[in-house]
Nanobody
């Protein structure tokens, strides 16, 4: 069982930046892709960004502002968030899957972190 632990959330003003980190509890070669999802109050969880062997994928709402990266040696993933907006306020979740490919559906992912709160004030 892989455990994912997110960190780096917090409170920032509009236009600010945050960097989220996601660390796997152990080194494992079973992780083929990692992604970030988010859930705002009263809304469903949505795909934000994903990274796999073939590249990266972003939701249109964050393209050009967010960058996902991965440290394969550490089985960690990161989400650099710039030019933050109040609508980016949400709990951000890290997820991983054992199958190659970045998929935007929640049910494609095998492991999830507990989430980290990001709040952007106007």
């Amino acid at each position: 069982q892989v455990q994912l632990v997110e960190s780096g959330g917090g409170l920032v003003h509009t236009g600010g930046s945050l960097r989220l980190s996601c660390a796997a509890s152990e080194r494992t070669f079973s992780i083929k892709a990692m992604a970030w999802f988010r859930q705002a109050p009263g809304k469903e969880r949505e795909f934000v960004a994903g990274i796999g062997w073939s590249g990266t994928s972003y939701a249109d709402s964050v393209k050009g502002r967010f960058t996902i990266s991965r440290d394969n040696a550490q089985n960690s993933a990161y989400l650099q968030m710039n030019s933050l907006k109040p609508e980016d306020t949400a709990v951000y979740y890290c997820a991983s899957r054992k199958v190659i490919g970045v998929i935007r559906r929640e049910d494609a992912y095998d492991y999830w972190g507990q989430g980290t709160q990001v709040t952007v004030s106007s």
